[in-house]
């Protein structure tokens, strides 16, 4: 009897490569379930930009190994390079060059087993919590299409939610997979810095703000990725030592009673929707009624000092990465307004400003080890508000015009520099951190966090939470979204559209 496409829907990445190992299935048949998949969903929700259908035949051809043998998963169209394909980063400049070797990560994937059916959409250079990107267009919510899957990897999320695929790859340099994974009603593990290596074309990723895995519906698949994925290359920055045994053991064990911090409050002051708020306080319900010892509290930092250093980050980055284009012949009008009004932010900043800037995310490490000496755990919403609608991203027409023009004259970085834009800079903060206000702290710490699907608002829209842990601190966020997804199961609440047609 033919494999089926419900059977594939429900199956998890760890489920379908069971199915394979024991012969009720080939990677042929769910190679073929993936590409109908594909051709129904995509249309309408604009996941994968860059199909590998003749790629992933080929390698069903090939006697496949590992954990993942035989199961399509995609990868994002950012860091995780394919030899021989472009990784576009959401940019036509950079689609125009292919990559000369596997990432790291590709090569673990393939590995173990894995047929990397295509490449997901995402903002223009990661850079936003939506997937917009001219090159390739607006990537839509499986829940609701009027919005968004968030990002910057949204098209992995959309994807996986839609049911084209149990797991996608991911990274997460500013809430990059907690974002999309709270947008789409999936599991969305950060490791923390130094935990999946992103070499060999880099070192690290902004900073060592950014770093990569998965969105994916279970936690055994989460776990699952950890033990394919993580671990040091030669020539990384960072290594961590690996856990007493796989993430996949340790993910099942009781975590005992842990003491969690929670809050509610926007970091940089913003407002917090109601369904946010009520996904928490639900949240700390479910956790004292599994015995957890859960008290309103937060680490002592200045959100606001978080947030300048984080747009310094981005600022220094996107200028440097603009100039390395520009060293290629690409110039600066082929990227979009966005990436090249950050870009002159950072063309006006002096290498004294930016590395003080850096030197203060210490601060923000301190505040949280200071923290974590009292709490196991810190929980927040994982978005202050449910998917925005499309329309919602976008800059606003007076805005856009008088940056055209600013960028133009060449006068941006100048002003920049002698910090007239600091007001404009502040406002724009303020409106893009206005929904996801709670993510940068891991990212800029280099610790561990994880977005967990256990609330619906009232309009159906997914909303997950976010826990965030030490360093190094995986297999125990890992054992309590274990304990959560046992007492509170999510993985069987899908959309619609992924119901096949009957």
Known sequence: MPFAVNDYI?????????????????????????????????????????????????????????????????????????????????????SRTPATRHSHIVQRLLN??????????????????????????????????????????????????????????????????????????????????????????????WEGASSDLVVCRSVRDAALAMDVLAGPNPGDPFILQPPQGSFRELSVRDPGVLRIGYSTRSPVDTPVHPEAIRAVENTVQLLRSMGHEVVEAEPDYDGQALARCYLNMYFGQVAATLDQARATGARDEEFELLTRTLAAFGRGMTSASYINSHRQWNTFSQALGIFYQQHDLYLTPAIAHPPMRHEQAELPAGQARALRWLLASGMLPMLARWGVMDHMVEEMARKNLTYVPFTQLANLTGTPAMSVPLHWTADGLPLGVQFCGPAASEALLLQLAHQLESAHPWAQKRPPMAEPAR
């Open 112 to 205: 173990a087993g894995a047929v990397i059916i295509g490449k997901t959409n995402t903002p223009e250079l990661a850079l936003k919590g939506v997937t917009d990107p001219a090159a390739f267009g607006h990537t839509r919510n499986p829940w609701d299409t009027s919005r968004t899957p968030g990002g910057s990897s949204g098209g992995s999320a959309a994807a996986v939610a839609a049911g084209m695929v149990p797991m996608a790859g991911a990274n997460d340099g500013g809430g990059s997979i907690r974002i999309p994974a709270a947008c789409c009603g999936l599991f969305g593990l950060r490791p923390s810095r130094g935990r999946v290596s992103v070499g060999p074309a880099h070192g690290e990723i």
């Open 10 to 94: 429900e199956s998890d990445a760890t489920g379908l490569a069971a199915r394979v190992a024991e012969g009720e299935t080939s990677p042929s048949e769910l190679l073929d379930i993936a590409i109908g998949q594909y051709h129904r969903l995509n249309p309408g929700i604009n996941a994968v930009c860059q199909p590998m259908f003749e790629l992933a035949r080929q390698r069903t051809a090939e006697p496949l190994s590992g954990p993942l043998a035989g199961v399509p998963l995609l990868i994002k169209d950012a860091i995780q390079d394919y030899a021989g394909l472009p990784t576009g980063n959401g940019s036509k400049v950079f």
